[in-house]
């Protein structure tokens, strides 16, 4: 959490709003009682007014025993829960949250049965990890195919290669598995906690809450939660002691043991997804913020009601790093350190504290344990259906007129069974739990937090200014500084972020930040934190459609992606490019895929590797287009995408030598798209990553050195490749920003005799990073690309 900067910390200028609230309560506007003249008119406000400073100047009870005065009364702060705070809930919206629970495991039976399908072997080449570790493949189904399922030829010339029947392919499930499993699984913890705190506030048995809950169920025409039930009782589940229904006595023994039981059930839904869990329960009533409050008065050492707590607690809103520390979580670790959800929990706690080594560490632990645990199970409990293990021995075949086959196993003419059609592997017991999933998203992004935060102290440094608190939660950013040594970054330079390109701000930027040993520190933390992004990413199998994002030269194709990506902004006004009727892109779905795409667009660009945001964002922005979650999740809200769109449109308005024509703006050197639709193969690149051909000329010219990340080679990028990278990227944003300020000149033009259309609100999600983006730009990239401008 970031605040404001404190210019000079022996001189506090800043006037709290409590104070400025204070001083209008205690005096009315008038002057004191000894500037006042003598009026008879306003004698009887002279008394008023005296009596007041009267008792504003006299000494408290405790300054007249020598104590200390009292201070003055603050403004309530508001307080909620710890679990509100929490990153990525806006991805884990949807449907899924009010639907039967009943229909939602239909949902699931079937999102597990598709996984079972076959589909036609026609798949890419699947990306590996930058380390060149081993990753599951990725399903990639050519666009030119026209069915899922292959067609047969009924006589196949076994000699012919070409006409053998290729094997079948399991088809990816629309929703990942695991993480289906874990809102199924939470939907219904969550609902049975809530059915015991309800039977614990109205001293209900369960048979006699379950015959009220079908009844109402009934009466509705639908299902009833435990919510709606106490509310058609009469029941006000946070009073005990108020309410005008049933009031059956309970033993506080029997309501305790409830109240223990429900806590139980919140602690193991937290345990399968904590960010769900959260949005669930924020979703539900707000009595079971105190359930483990009351239980921790009767038992003050109940490791799930400690859990629990720690999340339902109230802190002051946006203070969590100030008011959060790990000691419970400490606690609960040395206690039961095979739970490894807690140190996932530790590990996000200590993010919002800046503390990302020590979170690294807690999140490579738990990653670390969790793939033994999964490799120790699989060894030991052997797949017992013949569709996970082909191996298995047939069955005899069945006599036919009372006479064996015969070899004896093998059975005659159509009786045989077809072969098998194998699984999904993400359906297979060897698959990866979603912890496994969810460590490794949230290392990704602690590297690139990381990052960020070790640039954002060293420009600090520089600048000579520091972070203070401050109560309602405000953040500090690099363009607001004004008592700084440089005055930070500049919004609308035509120079770029830092001013003027022979400027000292610059000067002293590019010594302090593109020094060899900082530049890479940063750069070994970007690698890292692709590499386990791609890791992520590799798990969520994708079939690849035709759509006219991979049509045209690569200048089309950008411009198409960054359309797309702008219109599906939160909040954005801007109208979704015309698709023509084509099959998109299918990718398994998971909450957190767009925020991990545009996680890898904010490395590359920290990096300068222009060509590399390029093709990522065009495949990004195809593979967003057919993201679709519904009807369990609604589309995803993603924070790092707004970053990466509203960097992009910051460098269009304050980057002169970034929106100067490209290679693909004329005629020169004009970059043409392959032929076919479907896209080109993946290519590895110097460093091991899979960088997908967009283009013939969209790769840069690197140069491979050593000691790179876990001896890879080391990139050089081309500066010239790369500006020209860059303006391809910049082009569609400052046509788009010229249509806005051509259409708001209209507007205005207009205004005398059109009524102005209200303003929409729109806020913005992206905080303080995008100057952090830009003054890295600024300092260690631009001014390396300018110079081969």
Not at 240 to 263: C, I, T, W
Not at 370 to 385: C, G, M, N, Q, V
Not at 492 to 508: T, V
Not at 695 to 702: I, L, M, R
Request: aromatic share 6%; charged share 25%; hydrophobic share 35%.
């Amino acid at each position: 959490m970031t605040a404001p900067i404190d210019p000079t910390p022996a001189e506090d200028t800043t006037i709290s709003a409590a104070t400025s609230l204070e001083s209008l309560t205690v005096s009315d506007g008038t002057a004191p009682l000894a500037q006042q003249p003598a009026k008879k008119k306003k004698k009887k406000k002279s008394k008023k007014s005296a009596k007041a400073k009267d008792e504003d100047e006299a000494p408290t009870e405790g300054q007249a025993n020598g104590k200390p005065a009292k201070q003055p009364k603050q403004l309530p702060v508001l307080c909620i829960s710890r679990n509100k705070h929490w990153r990525y809930i806006s991805s884990y919206h949807g449907p899924w949250l009010q639907l039967p629970i009943e229909l939602l495991e239909s949902l699931l039976a079937i999102n597990l049965e598709s996984g079972c399908l076959p589909q036609a072997e026609g798949r890419l080449p699947a990306p590996t990890s930058s380390n060149g570790s081993d990753i599951p493949q990725r399903t990639i189904l050519s666009p030119d195919a026209s069915s899922p399922s292959p067609t047969r030829d009924p006589s196949p010339d076994a000699t012919d290669p070409e006409q053998t029947p290729k094997p079948l392919k399991p088809t990816p499930p629309p929703i990942d598995p695991g993480v289906f499993r874990c809102m199924t699984a939470i939907r219904r913890l969550v609902e049975e906690a809530s059915d015991l705190a309800v039977r614990a506030s109205s001293g209900m048995s369960a048979a006699a809450f379950g015959s009220f809950r079908s009844a109402s169920a009934s009466i509705g025409g639908g299902s009833a939660n435990a919510w709606t039930t106490a509310q058609q009782l009469g029941i006000n589940p946070m009073n005990e002691q108020g309410g005008s229904g049933r009031n059956v006595q309970m033993s506080a023994m029997r309501a305790h043991r409830l109240r223990a039981l429900a806590v139980q059930k919140l602690a193991a839904a937290y345990k399968e997804d904590e960010i769900a869990a959260s949005v669930m329960i924020m979703q539900g009533a707000s009595a079971l913020d105190d359930l483990a409050e009351k239980v921790l008065k009767i038992d003050p050492k109940d490791e799930d009601a400690r859990y629990v707590h720690f999340f339902h607690e109230k802190i002051p809103s946006r203070q969590l790093a100030e008011t959060t520390t790990t000691q419970v979580l400490d606690e609960l670790i040395n206690a039961r350190p095979h739970h490894l959800e807690y140190f996932r929990t530790r590990g996000i706690i200590r993010c919002f504290r800046d503390e990302y080594s020590l979170a690294i560490r807690d999140f490579t632990y738990a990653l670390k344990e969790t793939r033994a645990l999964r490799k120790s199970k699989h060894h030991s409990t052997p797949a017992e259906d013949h569709r996970l293990n082909p191996k298995k021995k047939k069955k005899s075949a069945p006599k036919v007129h009372g006479q064996a086959p015969p070899d004896g196993t093998a059975a005659l003419g159509d009786d045989a069974d077809p072969p098998p059609t194998p699984m999904h592997p993400s359906l297979l017991p060897d698959s990866p739990e979603p912890l496994e999933h969810q460590l490794l998203f949230l290392r990704g992004a602690a590297y690139l937090q990381q990052a960020m935060f070790l640039v954002e102290e060293a420009i600090l440094a520089l600048e000579g200014v520091r972070k203070t608190s401050f109560p309602d939660g405000g953040e500090f950013r690099l363009c607001y500084i004004e008592n700084g040594k440089h005055g930070g970054v500049e919004i609308g330079h035509p120079d770029g972020p830092l001013g003027f390109r022979e400027g000292e701000k610059l000067k002293a930027y590019r010594g302090h930040l593109a020094s060899e040993p900082f530049k890479e520190q940063i750069d070994t933390l970007l690698k890292k934190s692709i590499r386990d992004h791609e890791r992520f990413l590799s798990h969520f199998d994708t079939i690849e459609g035709p759509r006219p994002i991979f049509q045209g030269d690569l200048a089309q194709r950008t411009e198409y992606a960054f359309l797309l990506s702008e219109a599906l902004r939160p909040g954005s006004q801007s109208p979704a490019p015309p698709v023509p009727d084509a099959p998109a892109s299918f990718t398994t779905y998971h909450p957190l895929l767009v925020e991990s795409h545009f996680n890898i667009l904010i490395c590359n660009l920290l990096q300068g590797d222009f060509s590399m945001v390029l093709s990522n964002f065009a495949r990004a922005a195809a593979l967003v287009d057919g993201l679709e979650g519904y009807p369990v999740f609604l589309p995803a809200r993603s924070m790092v995408q707004a970053e990466f769109i509203e960097a992009l449109e910051r460098l269009a308005s304050g980057w002169r030598a970034g929106i100067q024509p490209h290679s693909l703006s004329s005629k020169r050197l004009r970059i043409e798209a392959p032929a076919s639709v479907a896209p080109a193969p993946a290519s590895p690149s110097s460093s091991g990553r899979t960088t997908p051909s967009l283009g013939s000329a969209s790769t840069p010219n690197v140069k491979s050195s050593a000691n790179g990340l876990n001896g890879a080679a080391k990139e050089t990028i081309d500066p010239a490749e790369a500006l020209d990278c860059a303006r391809i990227l910049l082009a569609p944003v400052l046509k788009r920003q010229r249509e806005r300020a051509a259409s708001k000149a209209a507007a205005d033009k207009a205004g005398g005799t059109e009524k102005k259309k209200p303003v929409s609100i729109n806020i913005p999600l992206h905080g303080p990073r995008v100057e952090i983006i830009l003054a890295w730009l600024g300092a260690v990239h631009l001014p390396v690309m300018e110079g081969y401008a």
